[in-house]
């Protein structure tokens, strides 16, 4: 048994080279990206931990937000971006400059059309929830900040507010947004999940 549980959602502010799938690319920062994370985040420090997947870029956000608050940080394989495949290292917009492409059929029904990668987006639901579940275990009671791809707050706020995986991809994470869940575990094990806030910036 628990209290209260708070996980604040952060996704990274803008990197260079600019708007692409480069949540997995280990782009760095834009000067304006690590403005947009030091407004997104002066207003709920601080945390007990911070967290992050592996991946450099959500990595060196981690590191740096948790030696600025002088707390932990952690690492969860689990929660590294999606498998997009090719579509990683091109540009977002020309990809869905065409209204046939791959990636609109993707982004209108994400069950039927898989991306090139290696893992379906039941699949990296399913990796993302179950990972979630392993940090409220070992975190239990604690305020913590997590750094992730937007695909991986979309699964975790589109389960705060019980979306059928088909309409993930239409929730809004932008550049240094912060979503804020709180979780309570309830007498029969179970957990109780709330989306408390979102906002963003860019």
Not at 27 to 34: C, E, F, Q, S, V
Not at 132 to 144: I, K, S, T
Not at 187 to 192: I, P, T
């Amino acid at each position: 048994m628990f209290d209260e549980t708070i996980i604040d959602l952060l996704r990274y502010g803008k990197p260079a080279p600019g708007h692409r799938f480069a949540d997995s690319l280990n782009d760095p920062l834009r000067a304006i990206g690590w403005s947009h994370l030091r407004g997104a985040t002066r207003i709920v420090a601080p945390w007990q931990q911070v967290i992050s997947p592996p991946d450099e870029s959500c990595r060196e956000v981690a590191q740096r937000l948790a030696r600025q608050y002088r707390v932990s940080s952690h690492t969860y394989p689990g929660f590294s971006e999606m498998d997009f495949g090719p579509w990683q290292s091109q540009d977002l917009d020309e990809l869905m400059a065409n209204p046939d492409s791959d990636l609109q059929r993707f982004w209108a029904n994400p069950l039927e059309s898989d991306p090139p990668g290696d893992e379906s987006l039941l699949d990296f639901q399913g990796r993302v929830l179950a990972t979630w579940n392993q940090l409220l275990d070992e975190c239990g009671g604690q305020h913590v900040l997590m750094v992730c791809p937007a695909s991986v707050q979309r699964v975790l706020v589109g389960n705060a507010l019980g979306k059928p995986p088909q309409e993930l991809f239409q929730l809004t994470t932008p550049y240094a947004g912060l979503s804020r869940i709180s979780v309570v575990k309830e007498g029969g094990g179970d957990y109780r999940t709330a989306l408390l806030f979102q906002s963003g910036v860019c």
